[in-house]
């Protein structure tokens, strides 16, 4: 089973409509992040969290908002969806270490994206 | 964080080393070089870090010059599973641990050819 998922994989909406991404990860990390990509581009952060209590947007926030409703679960929400918001939105976790080196406080781990299409 | 630039495109052989550079001229005294890879459309996936020194794992090798303005990701018997956009990271790592997230470039799309 995936560490990382996402749901749903693919949806198709209409420009006004709320639309809510899911995130959940069987990792046990407490970092989780939302980011989105346009195509031929590198990704950009929208938000991320720490933990259950901490919240902060990231480059890309405005036209977006997050909950994170468990340390499992993060969701990304567009209140009202616009054409240009049309991406492919990925999820990923992080786990808070005290060392510096292990490859596992540094590496960020992907779901398998989110296809938003907003017609 | 600094910022990174890579050529847009490389090719390479099945079976040769493929070497993909990455330069970073502004980088800190702080900040580590982190190399992920997409493969089309795909989540992005870790493959290594460094701080100054060379650093090898099951997947590649980081070079970093001995004046860290540039590095040099090597995946050694390169396969066609390998074709993927790789990007090059330049990060700083904050007191405190954990780090927050990470500011993907274009990237260098890698062909590996049979």
């Known amino acids: 089973d995936a560490d990382v998922t996402q749901t749903p994989r693919n949806r198709i909406t209409k420009t006004g409509k709320r639309i809510m991404l899911e995130c959940s990860q069987t990792?046990?990390?407490?970092?989780m992040y939302w980011y989105r990509q346009d195509p031929g581009l590198g990704l950009r952060l929208i938000y991320y969290s720490f933990d259950v209590k901490d919240i902060n947007k990231g480059e890309i926030s405005d036209g977006y908002s997050v909950s994170r409703q468990a340390q499992a679960k993060f969701s990304l929400s567009l209140e009202s969806a616009i054409p240009n918001q049309t991406a492919l939105y990925f999820c990923?976790?992080?786990?808070?270490?005290?060392?510096?080196?292990?490859?596992?406080?540094?590496?960020?781990?992907f779901g398998p994206g989110t296809r938003l299409t907003v017609l | 964080d600094a910022k990174t630039t890579q050529p847009p495109s490389m090719d390479c052989a099945e079976g040769r080393a493929a070497n993909l550079p990455c330069n970073h001229s502004?980088?800190?005294?702080?900040?580590?070089v982190y190399w992920y890879r997409q493969i089309h459309s795909q989540g992005p996936q870790y493959i290594i870090h460094g701080l100054k020194n060379n650093e090898t794992n099951e997947m590649a090798s980081l070079i970093i010059t001995e004046d860290r303005k540039s590095s040099t990701l090597i995946l050694p018997h390169a396969t066609l599973r390998d074709t993927a956009v790789y990007y090059c990271i330049v990060r700083v790592l904050y007191s405190g641990g954990g780090a927050d997230g990470l500011t993907f470039g274009k990237g260098t799309h890698l062909i590996i050819q049979p």
């Open positions: 990792k046990g990390h407490d970092r």
């Open positions: 990923a976790t992080s786990r808070t270490s005290g060392r510096a080196t292990s490859s596992s406080y540094n590496e960020q781990f």
């Open positions: 502004t980088i800190s005294g702080n900040e580590y």
